[in-house]
């Protein structure tokens, strides 16, 4: 089992920058394919960003130059650096893991964190 915990979501204006981290513990995250999700009020749970075990990494169109995904296995965490922020980055923010897939899909996912809140003013 792993367990995940989110940080670092908060209240941001447009154009600026937040860090969301995600510390595992319970197994090494550095045998996981990790990635990033959210939710916003009334959507669908969308992919964000996903990084392989191998360090190769995957964005959403709509993040694409302005989010970076990075893993530091030897703290067993996840980031998520958000540049130039925009309001429609407004969502809760979920990490999740798998063991044997590196999807964009949150089937393939089986865990989860609670999820940290992003809110972004125009």
């Known amino acids: 089992q792993v367990q995940l915990v989110e940080s670092g979501g908060g209240l941001v204006q447009a154009g600026g920058s937040l860090r969301l981290s995600c510390a595992a513990s319970?197994?090494?995250?550095?045998?996981?394919?990790m990635a990033w999700f959210r939710q916003a009020p009334g959507k669908e749970r969308d992919f964000v960003a996903r990084?392989?075990?191998?360090?190769?990494?995957d964005y959403a169109a709509s993040v694409k130059g302005r989010f970076a995904i990075s893993r530091d296995n030897a703290k067993n965490a996840v980031y998520l650096q958000m540049n130039s922020l925009k309001p429609e980055d407004t969502a809760v923010y979920y990490c999740?893991?798998?063991?044997?897939?590196?999807?964009?899909?949150?089937?393939?996912?089986?865990?989860w964190g609670q999820g940290t809140q992003v809110t972004v003013s125009s």
């Open positions: 999740a893991g798998s063991q044997y897939s590196f999807s964009r899909s949150t089937a393939a996912y089986t865990y």
């Open positions: 319970g197994r090494t995250l550095s045998t996981y394919a």
């Open positions: 990084i392989a075990r191998d360090g190769i990494t």
